[in-house]
């Protein structure tokens, strides 16, 4: 009889966790990079919302004047705002002042989260585990989410490196942008299983991008031969959205195909082989179709 209510109490357990993840309301949110952007804010914008986004990410403008012009436009269009940020200098010194300098500024416009890039992938351990504490301060501070994107060149660089630090810094968060990954193991990570289960785990914002073995971003992810490739991408997305919905927590998803050199060109001509507009809106349709985020 012990061996049986076990049982029991284990499916009724397993039902209820489906039963959370069908009824729950959190919703997902999308955002649309601005990356590659040549029209003013409010164009921009316009088009931004026309497609359904629920808002825009951005690094933050450098000049007052459009940063004025951008909030005027988001606010005009109805559109929530996403952060990046970052730091730089000629030495890790000089890199802390400038990133926790860049993620006080990106606070006071009050966004939905911050997404950081942080750090250097040859910086030490603690260097960047510092640079990480920053982030949570801010967060604490002005009450907003603060996350690490996992991106080349930063403390995010690789699988295996990424889940050292998310073992031992128990309240980090990452926007995962699985393509770096990808790129960097020149593999779709079948070899790192272990980590990329804990990177979701603690996934708080997705960049929807798809990358390859041999590099970050598919020409285009409507193409057959890539079939395999945003299948893995789409397996690994509905995990973070399955645990989302499990504990009825918000998912916030950027759509993040770049420009012409990020997509691929022609040569000689440097034309794009696809338009990067279209690309992000088929992502979009995709994942809302998806997700049932009507």
């Known amino acids: 009889m012990k ?47 026309k497609a ?30 996403g952060l990046l940020a970052g730091g730089g200098g000629g030495n890790f010194e000089q890199y802390v002042r400038s990133f ?29 585990q510092q640079l990480i504490e920053i982030g949570a301060k801010v967060s604490e501070r002005h009450h907003l989410p603060v996350y690490h994107e996992t991106h080349r060149g930063r403390f995010s660089f690789a699988a295996h490196v990424t889940k050292s630090y998310l073992t031992a810094i128990p309240d980090l968060t990452l926007a995962l942008d699985i393509s770096h990954w990808c790129n960097v193991h020149e593999s779709l990570l079948g070899d790192q299983q272990e980590a990329v289960a804990l990177a979701l785990m603690r996934t ?11 590099g970050p971003q598919v020409n285009d992810p409507a193409a057959p031969e890539w079939k395999r490739t945003v299948d893995q991408h789409l397996a690994w997305w509905d995990e973070v959205v399955r645990i989302h919905k499990m504990q009825n927590r918000t998912l916030s998803i950027t759509t993040e195909f770049g420009p012409a050199g ?19 809106v088929y992502m979009l349709n995709l994942l809302r179709a998806r997700y049932n985020n009507e």
């Open 3 to 49: 061996y049986i209510y076990l049982i029991v109490c284990c499916v009724f357990g397993h039902i209820m966790s489906l039963n959370a993840q069908v009824s729950s309301t959190a919703p997902i949110r999308f955002y649309c990079t601005n990356w590659g952007m040549q029209e003013s804010w409010d164009t921009f914008c316009a088009h931004v919302k």
């Open 52 to 81: 359904g986004y629920d808002g825009v990410e951005t690094w933050l403008p450098g000049t007052p004047e459009e940063q004025q012009e951008m909030t005027e436009a988001l606010k005009k269009h109805g559109l929530s705002l």
């Open 100 to 128: 926790s300098s860049n993620l006080e500024t990106a606070a006071k416009f009050r966004p939905d989260y911050i997404n950081c890039h942080t750090g250097k992938d040859y910086y030490t351990f603690e260097q960047n």
């Open 204 to 214: 708080g914002h997705i960049h929807a991008r798809i990358g390859h073995p041999q």
């Open 262 to 280: 990020y997509l691929p060109t022609l040569p000689y001509t440097q034309q794009p082989v696809a338009d990067q507009w279209q690309l992000n």
